[in-house]
């Protein structure tokens, strides 16, 4: 099977990318660079900051997740944390079930098809 193109892939991520930080930041609180990687081990490939900062800062802006400055325990730059608000979590819920049913939906067209 072959992978989607990069354009194709970030076309998927500008639906989707703001429920995969809620969903990630479901179970703990995280910092950019930290969700950058997740999102990449995962297979979503590199999504750069310029995605997905401005994410992080609407997500907070629309009240969805809070952040904070913490200071490191050893060594490095100070880093802002993000964590999902009760909110953002009932958000992720709803838009979690919908988004899974339109993904089903989607499947079912396609496995209509005579896919190779």
Not at 54 to 83: D, F, I
């Amino acid at each position: 099977m072959s992978s989607p193109s990069s354009e194709q892939r970030a076309q998927w991520l500008r639906g989707v990318l703001d429920l995969c930080i809620l969903a990630a930041l479901a179970s703990h609180e995280s910092y950019g660079y930290e969700l950058s990687r997740m999102f990449e081990a995962e297979g979503l490939g590199v999504i750069p900051g310029g995605t997905l900062y401005p994410a992080l800062t609407r997500l907070r802006g629309s009240g969805l997740v809070t952040s904070t400055w913490r200071e490191p325990v050893s060594s490095g730059p100070a880093r802002k944390y993000y964590a999902l608000t009760d909110k953002g979590r009932d958000v992720l819920r709803e838009g979690g079930l919908a988004w899974l049913e339109f993904t089903d939906r989607v499947a079912g067209i396609l496995r209509k098809e005579d896919l190779p």
